[in-house]
């Protein structure tokens, strides 16, 4: 009778180990090999997906923020476009002085004979913007040529507003006249 050779290395111990298993007990390894690797393929699984969910989620929030930078890129834009305008109209009227402005309104609207004061008054620099307060005074001027004028004044390209507006009427032979002074605040560039 011949021995057969004796196997070394660790897989002919697990299959020395697997001959002297019954085959219940056989079975029952192979169960618990199949099961371990299910919970483990699901494991992996599962956490795979998590992070996939997770890199998803965070491709999502940045398509969002993109979105968000995006339209306050736009929004920015056109206010740049805007603020530009705004300069460009500051430095067009900062060219003609204030008095010259009010006195060719005042003659469009035949009241130059009745204007009699455009006083210039403190002025305050806020950052870029000078701010300059006009005292303008017109005496004895029929009400609606006043109107026009005023309305003109307000909606002029000038960047001036009127802040305080002081009328008094007064009657000569029934007729109605107006007496106004005007309180002016007018917006020029600092520098000009």
Same mark, same amino acid.
């Given at each position: ?5 004796? @196997? ?6 697990? *299959?020395?180990?697997?001959?002297? /298993? ?13 099961? !371990?690797? /299910? ?21 999502? *929030? ?6 968000? !930078? ?7 834009? $056109? ?6 305008? $705004? ?7 900062? @060219? ?7 006195? +060719? ?7 130059? +004979? ?9 002025? *305050? =620099? ?17 009400? +609606? ?7 003109? /004044? ?8 009127? *802040? ?7 009657? =000569? @032979?029934?007729? @109605? ?9 007018? /917006? ?5």
């Amino acid at each position: 009778m011949a021995m057969l050779p004796v @196997k070394d290395g660790p897989v002919a111990f697990v *299959e020395r180990q697997l001959e002297m /298993l019954s085959v219940r007990d056989r079975r029952l390894l192979v169960g618990l090999v199949v099961a !371990v690797t /299910l919970v483990f393929i699901g494991g992996y699984w599962t956490l795979l997906n998590g992070l996939l969910n997770d890199k998803a989620s965070r491709v999502r *929030e940045a398509k969002s923020a993109l979105q968000v !930078v995006r339209s306050l890129e736009a929004e920015y834009q $056109q206010a740049a476009a805007l603020f530009r305008a $705004q300069e460009a109209r500051l430095t067009e009227s900062s @060219k003609r002085p204030v008095t010259a402005w009010v006195e +060719e309104l005042a003659t469009r609207h035949g009241l130059q +004979e009745h204007l009699k004061a455009v006083d210039a008054g403190q002025s *305050e =620099v806020v950052g870029d913007l000078a701010q300059t307060r006009y005292k303008v005074q017109l005496r004895r001027a029929a009400q +609606e040529p006043l109107y026009r004028f005023l309305h003109e /004044l307000e909606t002029s390209d000038v960047p001036a507003s009127v *802040e305080e507006a002081t009328f008094k009427v007064a009657y =000569v @032979k029934k007729e @109605k006249f107006m007496d106004l002074t005007l309180e002016l605040l007018v /917006l020029s560039l600092a520098g000009g």
